[in-house]
């Protein structure tokens, strides 16, 4: 809600200053947006009133104009279609500076010279009208400064509107809010004790409202001799200094009223209206309207129509129809002030898509009883403007909603704010801003509200009235005393923390994308068509395209990001990113949520070591490995094993893949991103993954931490060194010693891993450091001997190895 | 025998003395102090000296002994630093360390783990509910009917007619007090979404809900909880203040600002020239609510709060604008 500090004080005087203003209405639950001063730059732009206009003899869309600026005479070269002798018009003279940062000064255009410049509105930060050069109001004196004349210092005040205070969305709204901490007294326009009884006795047009439910009160009256033309510049300017473009005096006042009291007002050509008559009710099926947007709309059936005796003429509380607007040539308007039910106004809005002034105001609640003190205002406005209104006319009430009578108890508002209130100064407080109260007993007050105070339904809104009028920074601050209890941790999100911990601790930085992505992303990631992966939850209103689905895999999100980083030269990459993915449930309303972790390695091992140090080691999938081999450790999941697989990933590597499974369960994977999917992607270097269910590793059990007595006897180590097939994994030669069953073994590890010139071509040799140990005794040669033994001789076997020399 | 020894100990000294490194410490130690060393050989000479003359030498012969091993001792501690101090040949130490790499949560997770610690030290439990949530939770549930004006402050991202991504963690208010009873104290942190996208919106978000109910549970202590989270979220110099807003699901409903933490109140862009900074959403438990869970509000009040995250964390750092955080870019994690 928009209103300048000039126009507050048509109503209320305003006793403090603006910053104490703003603050006190802020303070009292009207939030001010912004403080703006208005014109308070402009200089050096007088009113000058042009002579004549002499076509440029150079150019053919500038003319020369003559202006007189109080005594002096100048040539101006302006090139605005409207210049025409007589026409007052703002001139910039030279020196002067424009809201846009124009600076004036004299020189030649064309050829010819120009002593200033004739502004338009906008030129001076008026609006943004910048059609031509302003045409002020013929009764300003040429020569005036222009912001004493049009009287343009003014300050702007914005207020952001709670949805629950629809009555201050008008300036006497605001005016009353501020009486009330001022402590001095409203100033209507109209007393309500002048308002005309409207009785509908011979008025030359009919009022049917059939849909009574959707509008409680329909009041209007007819003003004939109506001459359409411009406003005044004191209501223009009230427009103007609130951004809205004035466009005729009719319209202009029915703003302006709605804008002072709330009540939204609508002015129709009573010429256009069929039959003299108008009826409120639900469109018909298949019935249209042209908006004066100059849109045509498809009605609803269940959308409240203002018709005349054949056609809709508005979409009620909405917009007028383009069919009865008042245009120059109207000299008869009948005005609409009614009151209409919010929801069926807001459904119309939303339907239409259409959001005004006035459904803003009736989809959060006029006062019922505004209409007919609106209706008068406008009236006597255009009464003014020199037109006649015809005796008496209509104001159809139906079912007007009485404000409630509320019982506050004062034990209860003193329990709920936590401090305490005589029946005296709750009275005190309501009372200030126009609410009824009496007091029933000790402990119980009987409060009206007032009726423009719509939203007062309910004993805890007194609360808040009173908490507000307080001020909240009154009541004191305790705490709570509430008995001792243990709140219980949850689980999964603890070993989620862990998890993070853990990915931090190996050097990776967390990421957080938009739990949505595109659905080009599955293609990207070359998905098959029937890939579970693919079954998503989809957004009906996503912001962008590539925003449209619900993610299934954390995947793509962090790709992007290496992308992202890649593209800005940050090529050593360790992300992680612990998220929800989100699967559509069948027969479920909600899809189900799970967790996942998802890390992606790419560029240097070590980054943020000086390349002296590591060399450029790059990172492979033994680092991804090491990653899951770590999680698994800390979180004592010994039983998941990590294996290669056959299994096709869609973009993964063939035959670079890694499973993480516990017996028929997959847990995950680690893999490398294959060339196709990085150039999807845009990347252009090696990247590599971890893919973690989160879900199915919190299902498994994890070991019991359990403490081992610390040897008390020396290991042994022993090396062994075999020719094996190329073919035979490394680690299997580990598992198959680990699992040989031999009492004394303790560890093995393979330090060494070699093809070369001294190796047959399809072989290669594996040394292997076997650590043995006894719980007993110190271990001797020969008995570390005769278990090396086997355990060679098993290995040979096994793998058809040859013993090499180590 | 006496000058014997005597002698012994003055070779043995000048002998150590001249010492310089470990396999001559050896080379003495076997010398003079080994078991067929010099020393033990004058010593089974004691048995032949004359009984009165005996304890006089043998003390003497055990004195030189203890001296001698001392000495060496120390001989050999002195050698043993000099070896360790040495610096080996060929490392520079001007040059930067090596890095063990090391990773950080992301500010967002930073500031949230934060929120929740504290909340956590008052003994609120945790719970996190469903990013996409009914239209029931999400409003009808916080009286917020349909065609309310209020859902316009809810940019709204819509799956169907009934299902949404939840455009606040508000949900679990009404998800916990449905199956549990009073007395509660418990924190909902998650994501949340917004269809708007600009310099200060992105269309996820995080923020944390926190509601307490009891019997007797005040504006009063509203405050007081609120005003110890501003206290050790920033510190127990910010200046905080309530002012009236509203929410359909309290009431009366709060705002909570606190002095701006960039410009300390002189006005800046941040505070929009006002000093204040908004950060907190609050207010007492609508009845409405309550109606709807089955809990009389006669007999029990409470209150709720709300804030958003990414918000703190950009005051908190001076991060001036919000589509950083889901970049992820390394040159932003790395700061925080």
């Known amino acids: 809600m928009k209103f300048t500090l000039d126009w507050l004080k048509q109503y209320v005087d305003v006793k403090m200053t603006v910053a104490e203003l703003a603050d006190r209405l802020t303070m009292a639950g009207l939030e001010v947006d912004a403080v703006e001063n208005l014109s308070q730059e402009l200089n050096k732009v007088h009113v000058a009133e042009i002579l004549e206009v002499r076509s440029h003899p150079d150019a053919d869309r500038l003319v020369l104009c003559d202006v007189a600026v109080g005594d002096e005479k100048k040539q101006i070269v302006c090139g605005a279609p409207n210049a025409k002798a007589g026409m007052l018009s703002p001139l910039a003279l030279p020196g002067a500076v424009l809201p846009g940062g124009v600076k004036i000064k004299k020189g030649k255009i064309r050829g010819q010279v120009s002593e200033g410049m004739l502004c338009s509105a906008r030129d001076l930060g008026i609006s943004e009208d910048h059609q031509g050069i302003m045409e002020l109001p013929q009764d300003l004196t040429p020569g005036e400064d222009i912001v004493q004349a049009l009287n343009l210092k003014d300050i702007l005040i914005d207020v952001d509107l709670t949805p629950n205070r629809p009555d201050c969305a008008s300036v006497i709204g605001i005016g009353r809010e501020v009486a009330g901490?001022?402590?001095?007294?409203?100033?209507?326009?109209?007393?309500?004790?002048?308002l005309p009884l409207l009785t509908g006795q011979g008025v030359p047009f009919s009022v049917d409202v059939?849909?009574?439910?959707?509008?409680?009160?329909?009041?209007?009256?007819?003003?004939?001799?109506?001459?359409?033309?411009?406003?005044?510049?004191?209501?223009?300017?009230?427009?103007?200094?609130?951004?809205?473009?004035?466009?005729?005096?009719?319209?202009?006042?029915?703003?302006?009223?709605?804008?002072?009291?709330?009540?939204?007002?609508?002015?129709?050509?009573?010429?256009?209206?069929?039959?003299?008559?108008?009826?409120?009710?639900?469109?018909?099926?298949?019935?249209?309207?042209?908006?004066?947007?100059?849109?045509?709309?498809?009605?609803?059936?269940?959308?409240?129509?203002?018709?005349?005796?054949?056609?809709?003429?508005?979409?009620?509380?909405?917009?007028?129809?383009?069919?009865?607007?008042?245009?120059?040539?109207?000299?008869?308007?009948?005005?609409?002030?009614?009151?209409?039910?919010?929801?069926?106004?807001?459904?119309?809005?939303?339907?239409?898509?259409?959001?005004?002034?006035?459904?803003?105001?009736?989809?959060?609640?006029?006062?019922?009883?505004?209409?007919?003190?609106?209706?008068?205002?406008?009236?006597?406005?255009?009464?003014?403007?020199?037109?006649?209104?015809?005796?008496?006319?209509?104001?159809?009430?139906?079912?007007?909603?009485?404000?409630?009578?509320?019982?506050?108890?004062?034990?209860?508002?003193c329990n709920l704010l936590g401090m305490n209130f005589t029946g005296e100064e709750l009275t005190a407080f309501l009372s200030g801003i126009e609410f009824d109260v009496k007091q029933l007993d000790d402990n119980t007050l009987s409060v009206t509200p007032p009726s423009f105070r719509v939203d007062i339904e309910r004993e805890i809104d007194l609360v808040e009235e009173i908490a507000r009028l307080k001020g909240y920074n009154e009541i004191p601050s305790t705490l709570p005393i509430v008995p001792m209890s243990f709140p219980e941790h949850d689980e999964a999100r603890d070993l989620r923390k862990q998890l993070a911990n853990i990915m931090t601790s190996l050097g990776f930085y967390e990421a957080i994308n938009y739990s949505f992505v595109a659905e080009k992303h599955f293609d990207m990631l070359n998905l098959p068509e029937n890939d579970h992966l693919r079954q998503t939850v989809r957004l009906r209103n996503p912001l962008a395209e590539d925003q449209n689905v619900m993610?299934?895999?954390?995947?793509?999100?962090?790709?992007?990001?290496?992308?992202?980083?890649?593209?800005?030269?940050?090529?050593?990459?360790?992300?992680?990113?612990?998220?929800?993915?989100?699967?559509?449930?069948?027969?479920?309303?909600?899809?189900?949520?799970?967790?996942?972790?998802?890390?992606?390695?790419?560029?240097?091992?070590?980054?943020?070591?000086?390349?002296?140090?590591?060399?450029?080691?790059?990172?492979?999938?033994?680092?991804?490995?090491?990653?899951?081999?770590?999680?698994?450790?800390?979180?004592?999941?010994?039983?998941?094993?990590?294996?290669?697989?056959?299994?096709?990933?869609?973009?993964?590597?063939?035959g670079n893949i890694i499973e993480l499974r516990a017996n028929e369960l997959v847990i995950g994977y680690c893999g490398q991103i294959s060339a196709k999917i990085l150039k999807n992607f845009g990347i252009r270097q090696e990247v590599f993954y971890l893919d973690l269910d989160f879900d199915a590793l919190s299902s498994l059990e994890q070991a019991r931490k359990k403490f081992s007595p610390l040897p008390r006897y020396p290991a042994v180590k022993w090396d062994l060194a075999v020719l094996v097939a190329d073919t035979v994994g490394g680690g299997e030669i580990l598992k198959a010693i680990k699992e040989a069953d031999e009492p004394l073994f303790e560890h093995a590890e393979i330090f060494d891993l070699f093809h070369g010139d001294h190796i047959e071509s399809g072989k290669k040799n594996v040394a292997i450091s076997i650590t043995y140990r006894s719980k007993e005794c110190t271990l001797d040669d020969e008995t570390v001997g005769k278990a090396h033994q086997k355990m060679t001789d098993m290995v040979l076997s096994r793998f058809r190895g040859q013993l090499r020399e180590v | 025998?006496?000058?014997?020894?005597?002698?012994?100990?003055?070779?043995?000294?000048?002998?150590?003395?001249?010492?310089?490194?470990?396999?001559?410490?050896?080379?003495?130690?076997?010398?003079?102090?080994?078991?067929?060393?010099?020393?033990?050989?004058?010593?089974?000479?004691?048995?032949?000296?004359?009984?009165?003359?005996?304890?006089?030498?043998?003390?003497?012969?055990?004195?030189?002994?203890?001296?001698?091993?001392?000495?060496?001792?120390?001989?050999?501690?002195?050698?043993?630093?000099?070896?360790?101090?040495?610096?080996?040949?060929?490392?520079?130490?001007?040059?930067?360390?090596?890095?063990?790499?090391f990773g950080k949560l992301h500010p967002v997770s930073q500031i949230?783990?934060?929120?929740?610690?504290?909340?956590?030290?008052?003994?609120?439990?945790?719970?996190?509910?469903?990013?996409?949530?009914?239209?029931?939770?999400?409003?009808?549930?916080?009286?917020?009917?349909?065609?309310?004006?209020?859902?316009?402050?809810?940019?709204?991202?819509?799956?169907?007619?009934?299902?949404?991504?939840?455009?606040?963690?508000?949900?679990?208010?009404?998800?916990?007090?449905?199956?549990?009873?009073?007395?509660?104290?418990?924190?909902?942190?998650?994501?949340?979404?917004?269809?708007?996208?600009?310099?200060?919106?992105?269309?996820?978000?995080?923020?944390?809900?926190?509601?307490?109910?009891?019997?007797?549970?005040?504006?009063?202590?509203?405050?007081?909880?609120?005003?110890?989270?501003?206290?050790?979220?920033?510190?127990?110099?910010?200046?905080?203040?309530f002012r009236p807003s509203f929410f359909p699901f309290t009431e009366p409903s709060a705002e909570i600002d606190i002095g701006c933490v960039i410009c300390h109140g002189k006005g800046c862009r941040v505070c929009k020239y006002s000093g204040w900074l908004e950060i907190l959403g609050a207010g007492l438990i609508d009845p409405e609510v309550f109606h709807r869970v089955g809990y009389d509000p006669e007999e029990y009040s409470g209150f709720a709060f709300g804030l958003g995250i990414e918000r703190i964390a950009m005051l908190k750092y001076g991060i001036n604008d919000i589509r950083l955080y889901y970049e992820n870019d390394l040159r932003f994690l790395t700061q925080f």
Not at chain 2, 39 to 48: D, T
Not at chain 2, 197 to 209: A, G, K, L, N, R
């Open chain 1, 181 to 194: 901490f001022c402590n001095s007294r409203l100033k209507q326009p109209i007393d309500p004790a002048e």
């Open chain 1, 210 to 413: 059939q849909s009574v439910e959707d509008c409680p009160r329909y009041a209007a009256r007819l003003l004939t001799g109506v001459k359409v033309g411009p406003s005044p510049w004191w209501l223009q300017k009230r427009l103007l200094a609130i951004g809205l473009r004035p466009i005729n005096n009719i319209v202009d006042i029915t703003n302006f009223v709605m804008l002072e009291t709330g009540q939204p007002l609508h002015a129709f050509d009573f010429k256009k209206l069929t039959g003299g008559k108008i009826v409120v009710r639900k469109a018909a099926s298949g019935e249209t309207i042209t908006t004066l947007d100059g849109q045509e709309r498809e009605l609803e059936t269940d959308m409240l129509m203002i018709c005349d005796a054949e056609k809709p003429v508005a979409v009620a509380g909405v917009m007028g129809g383009a069919n009865s607007e008042v245009d120059p040539e109207t000299t008869e308007i009948l005005l609409e002030s009614a009151c209409f039910d919010p929801i069926s106004i807001r459904r119309t809005s939303r339907r239409l898509k259409l959001n005004t002034d006035a459904s803003f105001r009736f989809e959060r609640g006029v006062d019922p009883q505004g209409a007919p003190l609106a209706l008068e205002r406008a009236v006597r406005l255009i009464v003014d403007g020199g037109a006649q209104v015809v005796d008496d006319g209509i104001d159809a009430c139906y079912d007007i909603k009485e404000p409630p009578v509320l019982h506050l108890r004062i034990q209860r508002i």
């Open chain 1, 551 to 654: 993610r299934t895999t954390l995947l793509p999100g962090l790709l992007e990001n290496v992308r992202h980083n890649v593209n800005h030269q940050v090529v050593d990459i360790k992300l992680f990113e612990i998220g929800k993915v989100f699967h559509p449930h069948a027969g479920n309303l909600l899809p189900d949520e799970k967790f996942c972790l998802t890390a992606v390695l790419s560029g240097r091992r070590a980054p943020g070591s000086p390349v002296i140090h590591f060399k450029n080691q790059e990172t492979d999938l033994l680092d991804a490995k090491g990653v899951a081999e770590t999680i698994l450790r800390e979180l004592y999941l010994l039983q998941i094993e990590l294996l290669p697989t056959d299994s096709i990933i869609s973009y993964g590597v063939a």
């Open chain 2, 1 to 101: 025998m006496e000058d014997e020894l005597l002698g012994l100990k003055n070779e043995a000294s000048t002998a150590l003395a001249a010492v310089e490194n470990k396999s001559g410490l050896e080379d003495f130690r076997v010398k003079y102090l080994g078991r067929k060393g010099l020393f033990s050989a004058v010593m089974r000479k004691l048995g032949q000296v004359s009984k009165e003359d005996r304890p006089r030498i043998g003390k003497l012969a055990n004195q030189i002994k203890q001296d001698l091993e001392g000495n060496f001792s120390d001989k050999l501690a002195a050698l043993d630093s000099q070896t360790s101090t040495t610096p080996k040949a060929g490392i520079d130490l001007t040059l930067p360390g090596r890095h063990i790499p």
């Open chain 2, 112 to 241: 949230m783990d934060e929120v929740c610690g504290i909340f956590e030290g008052l003994g609120f439990a945790v719970a996190e509910g469903p990013d996409v949530e009914t239209d029931f939770y999400n409003f009808e549930a916080l009286n917020i009917p349909p065609h309310h004006p209020a859902r316009d402050m809810h940019d709204t991202f819509y799956v169907d007619d009934k299902v949404l991504l939840r455009t606040h963690t508000s949900p679990m208010q009404a998800r916990i007090m449905e199956t549990e009873r009073p007395p509660l104290r418990v924190i909902a942190p998650g994501k949340v979404y917004r269809c708007d996208s600009d310099i200060t919106h992105t269309p996820m978000f995080h923020q944390v809900e926190g509601f307490l109910v009891d019997r007797k549970i005040s504006f009063a202590d509203l405050k007081g909880v609120l005003s110890v989270f501003v206290a050790k979220m920033f510190d127990d110099k910010t200046a905080i203040r």
